[in-house]
């Protein structure tokens, strides 16, 4: 399997069309597998891409409930002096979980679950009987994990 840590191609071209809102809208976070043959990139399109190949968590994890987690604290900001704006969230905390993750994928729920992005670990990451935090990068114009500039 692989991933690529990426912005979307699909959300690129959707934002510019106006089907996402992406305070209002309601954006999740699923983990992805380590060991699964799916690849995931700028082409995924949707979060279907990684359910259909049975590589979300819940295929494997405990605790862990299909879907993901809700983003909490959705806020868009514009750094005029970079000339870029950016989206924020909370670190997103999934609870008292067995698991192991390579990745996650970032996606709008109300809009038919269009893929937003892509996040790689960088390697497989471990939860036993405990909290699996994804970390959150500051909210800056060169940080966040959502940008368009």
């Known amino acids: 399997m692989a991933i690529t840590q990426t912005l979307c191609n699909s959300f ?6 106006g089907t996402h809102d992406v305070v209002n809208d309601t954006l999740k976070m699923a983990l ?13 399109t949707n979060y279907s891409d990684v359910t259909g190949n049975s590589d979300e968590v819940s295929a494997s994890g405990t605790n862990y409930t299909t879907g993901g987690a809700t983003l909490a604290n959705v806020s ?7 000339d870029v704006a950016y989206v924020d969230f ?4 999934f609870s008292n979980v067995d698991l192991d993750a390579r990745g996650a994928i970032i996606y709008n729920s109300s809009q038919a679950n269009k893929a937003v992005a892509l996040l790689d670990f960088g390697e497989t990451k471990t939860a ?8 959150i990068p500051a909210a800056a114009y060169n940080t966040a994990i959502i940008r368009i500039a």
């Open 32 to 44: 992805i597998i380590p060991s699964m043959a799916g690849t995931y990139d700028a082409d995924t």
């Open 76 to 82: 868009v900001t514009t750094d005029t002096t970079n």
């Open 90 to 93: 909370d670190d997103v905390v």
């Open 128 to 135: 036993t009987d405990g909290d699996f935090t994804v970390v």
């Open 12 to 17: 690129k071209n959707e934002i510019l069309n």
